[in-house]
């Protein structure tokens, strides 16, 4: 290894975020079932083994879905729930990101009389919160008039207001609307839903270091090579 190299390892490693552990058990659904996370039916509990809550296994990448389809295959009448308690453990000077991906899709999308979904935080009695630590959802079907049917990445820094508090959930409730007719349904998929706690110090800064860092190494292997 080149003189170089041997001092700009120890370089890299004072700049370089450490990892982030995940908050969620079982958020990416690798298991390949619902372990860690709890399931309700219309405010019922679980309803057993049902197509309400199912597990889309594609070559080994499972993630969850949750479906409403007017008392055929799922049996909810109202809204399914998959949940889990959140820990919401930050250290001083750290901040708690969450992070998931959804997809929501089917035959029964209309605007005003389909089915929804909204993703929020739950405090345990069963009211809703968004980041912000205010009454809200973190993510809903759009009320805009437009069809709700749509898929994404989603990402949000929750208020420090939240931290270090029990008895909170995460809930991704799909819910069933007021169209009737054969062939209806909706199904909500869940995946990659990450907790992470992140030192606050490591954002933008370390960006413009590690560029700088990579002209000067530049710099210096153009010189020891000439």
């Known amino acids: 290894m080149k003189r170089t190299s041997i001092w700009l390892l120890p370089l890299c490693l004072c700049i370089a975020p450490p990892s982030q552990a995940n908050l969620i058990a079982n958020g990416d659904f690798q298991?390949?079932?619902f372990s860690s996370?709890?399931?309700?039916?219309?405010?019922?509990?679980?309803?057993?083994?049902?197509?309400?809550?199912?597990?889309?296994?594609?070559?080994?990448?499972?993630?969850?879905?949750?479906?409403?389809?007017d008392g055929q295959s799922a049996q909810a009448f109202f809204a399914n729930t998959l949940y889990q308690q959140l820990t919401l453990t930050a250290l001083t000077g750290e901040h708690l990101w969450l992070h998931f991906d959804w997809a929501f899709f089917g035959t029964d999308g209309a605007?005003?009389?389909?089915?929804?979904?909204?993703?929020?935080?739950?405090d345990g009695l069963g009211n809703l919160y968004g980041a912000d630590g205010q009454l809200g959802?973190?993510?809903?079907?759009?009320?805009?008039?437009?069809s709700?049917?749509?898929?994404?990445?989603f990402s949000v820094l929750l208020d420090s207001s939240l931290y270090n508090?029990?008895?909170?959930?995460?809930d991704f409730t799909l819910g069933e609307g007021t169209a009737i007719g054969d062939g209806l349904f909706s199904t909500l998929a869940i995946d990659n839903v990450r907790l992470e706690s992140v030192s606050a110090a490591i954002s933008e800064p370390a960006l413009p270091a590690?560029?700088?860092?990579?002209?000067?190494?530049?710099?210096?292997l153009r010189r020891e090579e000439g």
């Open 31 to 33: 298991s390949c079932d």
């Open 37 to 69: 996370w709890q399931q309700d039916s219309d405010g019922l509990g679980s309803p057993g083994t049902t197509g309400d809550f199912s597990i889309e296994n594609t070559a080994g990448n499972c993630r969850a879905l949750l479906t409403v389809d």
């Open 111 to 122: 605007p005003l009389t389909g089915d929804y979904f909204h993703i929020a935080l739950n």
């Open 137 to 146: 959802t973190l993510l809903q079907s759009p009320t805009n008039g437009q």
């Open 148 to 153: 709700s049917y749509g898929s994404g990445m």
């Open 165 to 170: 508090q029990s008895g909170w959930y995460l």
């Open 210 to 220: 590690l560029f700088f860092l990579g002209l000067m190494t530049m710099g210096l």
